[in-house]
C-alpha cells in the first residue's frame, strides 16, 4: 500500500471517529485509554491537526471491528482498507506452527 493510500485511509477514518465512538458510547479519554495515547492525541486527530499514526489506525480498526455498531460503518464508508483483511489471516500463532 503507499504512502498517499494510506494517508487517505487515516485521513477519513479520523473524519468518521467521532461518530464511531458515540456508536459506542465512548469518550475521548476511554478511547485515548484503549489506544495507550493522550486524550490530546485523539482531539488533535478528531479536530485535523494531527494525522494519526497508522499504528494507531490499524488498531483503531481492531477495535472497531469487534462491534457490530461500528462494523458495518466501517465497511459501508470504505475505511476498511482491502489489506487489513489479508494481513490478519496471514498472521500466525506460535502454536500453528509447531504443527
Known sequence: MNKELMELYRTNLAKELPVLRA???L????????????????????????LMQWTTFLALIY????????RKMLASVGLLPLEYNKMLSEIHTPDSDLN
Request: aromatic residues 2%; charged residues 30%; glycine residues 0%.
Open 63 to 70: 477495535i472497531l471491528q469487534q462491534f457490530s455498531e461500528t
Open 23 to 25: 456508536k459506542l458510547r
Open 27 to 50: 469518550s475521548q479519554e476511554e478511547l485515548a485509554e484503549l489506544l495507550d495515547v493522550s486524550r490530546h492525541t485523539i482531539i488533535s486527530i478528531e479536530s485535523n491537526k494531527r
